[in-house]
């Protein structure tokens, strides 16, 4: 009995090293191809993040030069206010600073989901061509559109001095005076519908275009309506002029 | 040998044309007491008078008749003068209409002006639509 027992030890003894060894083995046999898939997985993001970074960038830098541009056309704005041209002109150079940052930034992100959600604040956040490149725009046709009705009314004052003088010296100006008059509500409704624009579209932030994808074109048909308005009071101003001709 | 020039040949093709001229002057007595060359200088003559004449009556016609349209444009028919002491007067005596001439052209210059604002002011909205139509926005970054 003694002599079983001890035999079973010393094959229990021979039998450990070698389960021992077994198990590893499986161990080892089932955990290479996990590694494997990990590797594979790490060099498919490394990928990705490549391209999102080189083309973030790309739209980054093209951001960034576009914004540049617009300051000079804000710049250039010869109706705009000093504080209008001054606020547009803030949030036009803090849209550049922050995309500058934002392109520092992707350079810098390790990780597939950190460069994407920068490449999201890019648009969502910034709005440049969605919103900041057609508002300066909108602001400037606006103010080339105050810009011609200044000179118009200019003119209507002298026609109207023209008119008042002819009738003073016993001449019949009925039809010019009422040619002077729908030329003074023409242009009265085209000032206003500019004006407002500017003063309506200056103001916009990225989250108004959020709420509304549609704000601006809403105010870009009011400028039509004001150009054909100061359209028509120019055409007055034509007629006018060529009615005091032959007055003489 | 050389042949010498025979002026008043038959073969001369202008010498039968001054002859029969409406203006040649009359021939006196033989054409051979008449010596040629005194006949032609003659002739020369009467056309330069001639030529400077029609230049004198169609300056006089143009002037005319540019004096006429000027004050058929400005619908003073009444006024148009024909002779030339009338049209001097005309030109150089301040019409009623004078004083509004200045106006005139300073109303003229008005128009261009703001025929050039509302050109550059078109051009802007041209700008700003371009600018709402513009995709640019809808780029295409790799996210996933």
């Known amino acids: 009995m003694k002599q079983r027992i001890a035999t079973l030890i010393i094959a229990l003894g021979l039998l450990t090293p070698v389960l021992s060894m077994a198990t590893a083995h499986a161990e080892a046999s089932t955990s290479t191809p996990r ?13 990705r993040l ?4 080189t083309r973030g960038d790309a739209e980054l830098g093209r951001r960034v030069d576009t914004l540049a541009r617009l300051l000079i056309t804000i710049n250039s704005a010869t109706k705009l206010s000093d504080s209008s041209k001054q606020a547009l002109s803030e949030q036009v150079g803090n849209e550049n600073v922050a995309l500058a940052a934002l392109r520092v930034k992707l350079a ?24 900041i490149v057609p508002k300066v725009q909108i602001i400037r046709a606006a103010d080339d559109e105050q810009a011609a009705e200044a000179k118009l009314l200019a003119l209507q ?10 009738s003073a010296a016993g001449k019949d100006v009925t039809a010019l005076q ?10 009265t409704q085209a000032q206003l519908i500019s004006a407002g624009v500017e003063t309506s579209v200056l103001p916009l932030q990225p989250t108004d275009y959020d709420n509304d994808h549609t704000i601006l074109s809403g105010y870009r048909d009011n400028l039509k309506t004001a150009k054909i308005a100061a359209q028509a009071a120019f055409t007055d101003a034509k007629a006018i002029v060529a009615g005091l001709k032959k007055l003489g | 040998m050389e042949e010498a020039p025979m002026p008043f040949t038959p073969q001369d093709p202008k010498e039968p044309q001054a002859e029969h001229h409406p ?19 003659r002739s020369k003559r009467q056309w330069i008078l001639i030529s400077v004449g029609i230049v004198v009556l169609l300056a ?17 028919t009444s006024n148009i003068a024909t002779t030339p002491s009338n049209l001097s007067q005309q030109n150089t005596t301040p019409q009623s209409t004078g004083p509004n001439a200045t106006d005139d052209a300073s109303l003229n210059q008005d128009l261009k002006s703001i025929n050039s604002s509302m050109d550059t002011s078109s051009s802007s909205q041209s700008a700003a639509d371009k600018a709402l139509n513009d995709k640019s926005s809808q780029i295409d970054v790799p996210t996933e």
Do not use: C
């Open chain 1, 35 to 47: 590694g494997a898939a990990a590797t594979g997985t790490s060099t498919a993001d490394s990928k």
């Open chain 1, 50 to 53: 490549t391209a999102i970074k």
């Open chain 1, 108 to 131: 810098a992100e390790t990780t597939v989901a950190d460069a994407a959600n920068d490449i999201k604040t890019m648009i969502t956040e910034y709005r440049v061509y969605a919103l």
């Open chain 1, 157 to 166: 004052a002298k026609l109207t001095t023209r008119i008042n003088n002819a």
């Open chain 1, 178 to 187: 009422t040619k002077l008059d729908d030329m003074a509500a023409n242009l």
């Open chain 2, 23 to 41: 203006f040649a002057p009359r021939q006196q007595g033989s054409s051979s007491h008449q010596p040629q060359p005194v006949r032609s200088k």
């Open chain 2, 60 to 76: 006089l016609l143009l002037d005319g008749y540019n004096f006429w349209r000027q004050h058929n444009t400005d619908d003073n």
